[in-house]
């Protein structure tokens, strides 16, 4: 079954090496088609710590696709977000901003929500909403249309509203319309998954994710990340699954909660 692992916010510099290990243990067994992070990879923007996410990456010997946050962009070396905001973030994790991924079950598209001028808030472009319009209406009719940015475009909490990357209510009808099937985000440590247009609940889902390795966990909220599988349940279809971390016996366990996608309607 073709599937890919979602984390985000692993901040790393403030990891918690036993989260790290039982994550690293998963994603070995499981060998998911693809790794996605969804921005926040580091704490500060240092080159040890994006040295530190590479080997997480490496030790993983899986595809991955990154786009960065607002947390892998300088944020006391003014001259450096000046002159070279993605400097570290390239060296390590690659040129491209926006990467894509694909097989014959999954379209995945990257999108750079950050902005250097913005310090914390997201926005995205005219531009890169018609971008990615186009490409998901060129997918292959067997693939799951995915999203990847870092900032979230709907909020369940009255207090992320703040949060939501600028141009978000465009960016959620452009891309239904287009045809998506799923936009994954992070950037604010809480896990949910809500339609992309609050009156469809037959075309298009947002889910979010909390950090998946990083000490800064948001109240009483676990570590978490999400496993996609790709379904034969309809067209297009797939499950998402919720992992939550159990400090008490050092692993990640499944959440009581999931959805199953089969293309027409949610179960």
Known sequence: M?????????????????VVDALLSLVQRWQPSLLVLSGDITQRARSAQFAAA??????????WLAIP?????????????????YGNYRHSLGHSLEPEWENNDW???GVNSTRPHRHKHGELSDQQIERVAARLRAAAPSQRRVVVLHHP?????????????????????????????LVLGGHIH??????????????GW??????????????????????????TAGERGFTIERYDYHAESGEFRRF?????????HPT
Do not use: M
Not at 2 to 18: K, L
Not at 54 to 63: C, G, H, N, R, V
Not at 71 to 76: N, Y
């Open 2 to 18: 073709s599937q890919i692992v979602h984390i985000s916010d692993t901040h790393f510099g403030t990891e918690d090496p036993a």
């Open 54 to 63: 590479k080997s997480f990456l490496d030790q993983t010997a899986l595809p």
């Open 69 to 85: 946050g607002n947390h892998d962009l300088p944020l006391f070396n003014l001259l450096a977000r000046a002159t070279s905001p």
């Open 107 to 109: 379209l995945v598209v």
């Open 153 to 181: 475009l709907r909020a369940v909490d009255p207090s992320d509203r703040a949060n939501l990357a600028r141009g978000h209510a465009k960016a959620c009808i452009s891309w239904h319309d287009a045809g998506v099937d």
């Open 190 to 203: 809480l896990p949910y998954i809500v339609p992309l247009l609050p009156s469809d609940t037959s075309r």
């Open 206 to 231: 947002l889910a979010q994710v909390g950090t998946a390795v990083s000490t800064r966990t948001r109240g009483n909220i676990p570590n978490s990340f999400n496993r996609i599988s790709a379904s």
């Open 256 to 264: 009581a909660t999931k959805l199953s996608w089969a293309g027409d």
